[in-house]
């Protein structure tokens, strides 16, 4: 791991943060360890489908949910965001190796790639990870 103080965020602690959690405590303080974060291009359509989801499922408000939108493309906009281009066939090739979606495997690779942490609330990406032996939590 790197000494300059960055992690890759998931969507999943993104969400936390915003949406207040079980798991917003954690991350908070995970999060304030650190000093610049890294995402990926699909971040942006995963927090705003969670949004959206919420929306449908009338947990949230319209009004609300445009909130958290505006707050989220806010926050995401401070970071350094990657492309999926760029990390696409490495992100597959984890996915088959851990048995995780693709989308977790993206997360997963770009903080293997970047050698910094990955901060997630999902507990079933986390023992993943761990089962694997990944030193990136």
Do not use: C
């Not at 350094?80 to 495997?105: L, R």
């Not at 903080?111 to 023992?127: H, R, V, Y």
């Amino acid at each position: 791991m790197t000494d300059n103080k960055e992690a890759v965020l998931d969507t999943s602690a993104i969400m936390s943060l915003l949406l207040k959690d079980s798991t917003t405590e954690i991350i908070e303080n995970r999060i304030s360890k650190f000093d610049y974060f890294h995402v990926i291009d699909l971040t942006y359509y995963e927090s705003f489908n969670t949004v959206w989801r919420r929306i449908q499922r009338n947990d949230m408000s319209v009004d609300d949910g445009e909130i958290i939108i505006d707050k989220t493309y806010s926050f995401l906009n401070l970071m350094k965001i990657h492309n999926f281009n760029e990390i696409v066939k490495g992100a597959f090739s984890v996915s088959k190796k851990m048995g995780i979606t693709v989308y977790d495997a993206a997360y997963v690779f770009l903080a293997i790639t970047l050698s910094i942490p990955l901060i997630t609330s999902d507990k079933k990406l986390i023992n993943k990870i761990k089962e694997n032996r990944l030193n990136i939590l």
